[in-house]
């Protein structure tokens, strides 16, 4: 098992890698070192998971098309589903993620979490 960006201060991993060929990450919209989410709601806070995503990827030596399934959690769902989808369609263009979405409450001023999952050739 490897363990992909860990954070010194609480006792979690950004992503791992296990049993050889399988990548597991969760990410938010919450930049490293900040103290809170990007400005803009879910759809901004996507694009800086998905810029999160990409730095885990290549430290696994993977890229957006390795990922082959999506959990997302969304504070509105309803009210900020669509806005996600805009930057979703960006970042994965014609690479059909299968993919869940659910409303939840979230930590206070988060709109969004992800986690994904990606096999390791």
């Known amino acids: ?3 992909i960006d860990s954070d010194t201060t609480f ?3 950004s992503a ?3 049993s050889g060929n ?3 990450a ?3 919209g919450i930049p490293d070192g900040a103290p809170r ?3 803009g709601g879910a759809g901004a806070e996507m694009r800086e998971a998905f810029r999160q995503l990409d730095l885990l990827l290549a430290e696994a030596g993977l890229d957006r098309y390795s990922i082959c399934t999506a959990r997302l959690y969304l504070q509105d769902l309803r009210g ?7 930057v979703w369609k960006e970042y994965f263009g014609d690479h059909p993620v299968c993919r869940r979405a659910y409303g939840v409450e979230l930590q206070a001023g988060m709109r969004l979490e992800a986690a994904f999952t990606a096999e390791v050739p």
Request: without cysteine; proline residues 8%; negative net charge.
């Open 37 to 39: 989410p990007v400005e």
């Open 80 to 86: 900020e589903i669509a806005a996600v989808n805009v």
């Open 26 to 28: 969760v990410v938010t």
């Open 16 to 18: 791992v890698v296990h």
């Open 11 to 13: 006792p979690i991993s």
């Open 1 to 3: 098992m490897k363990f």
């Open 22 to 24: 399988v990548f597991e």
